[in-house]
């Protein structure tokens, strides 16, 4: 009998480890194609509202943004990824994303054709990037997910959004922030 409480046990312990390998994602339309970004880097999502322009910036940042007071930079990541800008339509939103950087928090707003919903998804089901042939840089994509019949390319928001260019970012909310002062 004591065997089978083990068994009983051993398999409940399973069952917790299978849990534990199923992660969340949001994901997103952008030109066409379906992406997702692990859910835990998430803050919330808003509507679209129109970034004030900070001149001699990369084109791909559209601006900065007020939320609550925190100046936060928006990236056009259609842009990012060299296609065409983002179409602005109804459906347009802005992922806000937290990111550690000098071991501060850093706010980035990311513009998205629209917002679909959250995946669990086993990370048994997680593909490695392909190594060619996607329309993206490869060290952007942390892995590739089938849900349906469609894949879910799975963004590396670390390497999508630079150190180098996150020290810029740093730089440009600081800089609006004082000059709100």
Same mark, same amino acid.
């Given at each position: 009998?004591?065997?089978?409480?083990?068994?009983?046990?051993? =398999?409940?312990?399973?069952?917790?480890?299978?849990?534990?390998? +199923?992660?969340?994602?949001?994901?997103?339309?952008?030109?066409?194609?379906?992406?997702?970004? /692990? +859910?835990?880097?998430?803050?919330? &999502?808003?509507?679209?509202?129109?970034?004030? @322009? @900070?001149?001699?910036?990369? =084109?791909? &940042?559209?601006?900065?943004?007020?939320?609550? /007071?925190?100046?936060?930079?928006? &990236?056009?990541?259609?842009?990012?990824?060299?296609?065409?800008?983002?179409?602005?339509?109804?459906?347009?939103? +802005?992922? +806000?994303?937290?990111?550690? *950087?000098?071991?501060?928090?850093?706010? &980035?707003?990311?513009?998205? =054709?629209? @917002? *679909?919903?959250?995946?669990?998804?086993? $990370? $048994?089901?997680?593909?490695?990037?392909?190594?060619? /042939?996607?329309?993206?840089?490869?060290?952007?994509?942390?892995?590739?997910?089938?849900? $349906?019949?469609?894949?879910?390319?799975?963004?590396? @928001? $670390?390497?999508?959004?630079?150190?180098?260019?996150?020290?810029?970012?740093?730089?440009?909310?600081?800089?609006?922030?004082?000059?709100?002062?």
């Amino acid at each position: 009998m004591a065997a089978l409480n083990i068994l009983r046990r051993s =398999d409940s312990y399973s069952a917790q480890q299978e849990s534990a390998e +199923i992660r969340q994602f949001l994901t997103f339309q952008l030109a066409g194609e379906t992406f997702a970004i /692990g +859910i835990l880097r998430i803050r919330e &999502i808003l509507e679209y509202v129109r970034p004030t @322009v @900070v001149p001699l910036m990369p =084109d791909f &940042i559209r601006g900065v943004m007020n939320l609550r /007071g925190a100046v936060v930079p928006v &990236i056009d990541l259609s842009l990012r990824f060299a296609r065409e800008p983002t179409a602005l339509n109804r459906r347009t939103c +802005i992922v +806000i994303i937290e990111m550690e *950087h000098e071991e501060q928090c850093q706010l &980035i707003g990311v513009l998205v =054709d629209a @917002v *679909h919903e959250v995946l669990a998804i086993p $990370d $048994d089901e997680i593909e490695p990037p392909p190594q060619f /042939g996607s329309r993206i840089r490869v060290d952007f994509i942390q892995g590739m997910a089938k849900v $349906d019949s469609r894949f879910v390319v799975l963004l590396d @928001v $670390d390497k999508v959004l630079s150190l180098s260019e996150m020290s810029l970012l740093s730089e440009l909310s600081r800089q609006e922030e004082a000059e709100e002062e």
